[in-house]
């Protein structure tokens, strides 16, 4: 296994990058990274403290440019807004990391309608108003553009107790899918990272809070044995960021150890038996032939 940052140096220098929910887990791994490779970055969520915290780390790790803009992605005029003060910072905008999310692991029928609404408002709605507001200003202005969805493996799975979070994370897949191809012409590219367990406060300690976390280890879930590293997925989300991954358009990368295909194949549940098992079976298979 290899954490060390994989592009070349300057990959991603001078360009414009705003991250959603760039102030904590992922988000910020991710925006550190386009820092240390040029980028300049913006980070917005809706507290703004931590955003700021966030900033002045970043800043100081990096030697880059990160400006905090408080945003609730649910709101299409703070979006508008984010835009405009980034454009005032720092000129055109390049790309967009559409990686806030909110989820709630529990049984579907104890959920409220609205709890239900929350997550669709935050995923799908959140990401579509960024990914509109942006397109409109790209296309208006002719600039190119890249955007680059977080989704999930249960896109396009489904999974039982996190439904709405399913729902949404699939709209997000659809339409990175459909606008890949419809704003292709006007240079805007757009592709999806799916990733597996990568430990974080959001998604470990809050969604599985005390036990839960051990006694549902995600480690455990991984054919490889292990939970993903930071640098891992930041090496990824740079790599879609960049020029370097201009011919790759409407696709979507997991990045999970082969989390998903356990789950999905018919007989890894096999994976169970004993070896001592195993010679038993074939024992026996030779003494028939
Ligand atoms: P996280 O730290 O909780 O990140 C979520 C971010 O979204 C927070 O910074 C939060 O900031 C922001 N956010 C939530 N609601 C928002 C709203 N209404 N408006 C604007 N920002 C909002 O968790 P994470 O694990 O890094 O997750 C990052 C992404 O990776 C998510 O898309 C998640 O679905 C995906 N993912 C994570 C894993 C994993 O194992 N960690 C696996 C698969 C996919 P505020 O509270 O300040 O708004």
Not at 53 to 68: R, S, Y
Not at 162 to 179: D, E, H, I, N, Q
């Amino acid at each position: 296994m290899r954490t060390d940052g994989m592009l070349k140096e300057g990959a991603l220098k001078d360009q414009t990058i705003i991250v959603t929910g760039g102030g904590t887990g992922l988000g910020r791994a991710m925006g550190t990274y386009f820092l240390e490779l040029g980028a300049n970055l913006v980070i917005t969520s809706r507290k703004i403290e931590v955003l700021e915290q966030t900033a002045k780390e970043m800043e100081a790790q990096t030697g880059g440019k990160v400006l905090a803009v408080q945003c609730d992605v649910r709101d299409y005029e703070q979006v508008e807004n984010v835009l405009k003060v980034t454009e005032e910072r720092f000129g055109q905008i390049h790309a967009l990391l559409n990686n806030a999310a909110g989820n709630f692991i529990s049984p579907t029928e104890r959920l409220s309608n609205r709890a239900f609404d929350t997550v669709i408002d935050i995923v799908l709605k959140g990401t579509t108003n960024f990914t509109l507001a942006l397109g409109k200003k790209w296309i208006a202005n002719k600039q190119p553009g890249t955007v680059l969805n977080i989704v999930t493996t249960y896109a396009w799975t489904g999974s039982g107790y996190v439904v709405p979070s399913a729902c949404a994370k699939a709209g997000v897949l659809a339409m990175t899918r459909s606008l890949a191809v419809e704003w292709a012409k006007y240079k805007i590219r757009m592709n999806a990272i799916a990733p597996g367990p990568f430990p974080t406060e959001g998604a470990w300690s809050r969604l599985l809070p005390g036990d839960l976390v051990k006694k549902f280890d995600p480690a455990k879930l991984v054919p490889v044995g292990r939970v993903g590293e930071h640098q891992e997925l930041a090496n990824l989300a740079a790599y879609l960021m960049s020029d370097y991954s201009a011919y790759v358009n409407g696709e979507v990368v997991t990045i999970d150890g082969g989390e998903w295909l356990q789950g999905a194949g018919e007989f890894s549940h096999l994976e169970k038996i004993p070896q001592e098992m195993w010679d038993m079976l074939e024992a026996q298979r030779g003494k028939k032939q």
